[in-house]
């Protein structure tokens, strides 16, 4: 699962007045005394708009870089594409044991319908693990990309507050995580429906087996 920890000043809603540390007898109490004994704070918050100015653009420079590092991510996550493709040649091999009940004798049944018992487990199998895949690539890097956007327009927002331009171009950026995160939905979209489907054949081979190992058994 990819999770993206950030710890960062948001400066949109916090004045240049409101950052200086508040002088002694002043009506500061504990909070001033805290904040004069963080350097963190003393280093990030000036009683000016320039190191909040330095610190949003910063933090943008920060997100586009993580948000171009996870839309890659994304794009080249090959794990649910290729679950379809091994589904549907476990049922293919559900399908050909059972074709080949149907011509065997009645002292092959028994063993016939393992074989086809077997297919079946196997496909519900992948069938699991596709929906597994999925899930990670919903809750990993598609929500990865999703939370990245939503960093880089609080970063701009914070910016427009403080009423500076942005330094760096977010167009590109943004655009292809809107893109990653699309496709990505569309091709989950693709093999769900199919994916249900070839669960369903091969539990009807199965269930044929079953009956045909009844009626024809010695």
């Not at 040649?89 to 002292?107: E, F, L, P």
């Not at 701009?156 to 699309?182: F, N, W």
């Amino acid at each position: 699962m990819h999770q993206v920890t950030r710890s960062r000043l948001v400066v949109g809603a916090v004045s240049p007045s409101a950052l200086a540390v508040l002088p002694a007898g002043c009506g500061g109490g504990s909070a001033a005394t805290s904040f004069a004994g963080n350097p963190t704070f003393q280093q990030q918050m000036q009683p000016d708009s320039t190191a909040a100015a330095q610190v949003a653009q910063q933090n943008l420079v920060t997100d586009l870089a993580q948000l171009k590092k996870d839309a890659k991510s994304l794009t080249k996550d090959t794990t649910v594409p290729g679950d379809p493709t091994t589904l549907s040649a476990a049922v293919t091999t559900g399908q050909q044991d059972w074709q080949q009940m149907q011509h065997d004798s009645c002292s092959s049944m028994t063993s016939d319908q393992q074989v086809v018992a077997f297919d079946d487990q196997t496909v519900s199998r992948d069938a699991t693990s596709l929906r597994g895949d999925v899930g990670g690539m919903r809750t990993g890097d598609i929500t990865a990309v999703s939370n990245d956007m939503s960093e880089i327009q609080n970063d701009l927002s914070s910016l427009k507050t403080l009423g500076i331009a942005p330094q760096v171009t977010t167009g590109t950026q943004v655009t292809a995580g809107t893109t990653a995160t699309q496709s990505a939905n569309d091709m989950i979209n693709s093999v769900n429906k199919p994916a249900g489907a070839l669960s369903a054949k091969a539990a009807q081979y199965l269930a044929s087996a079953r009956q045909r190992a009844k009626q024809h058994a010695c």
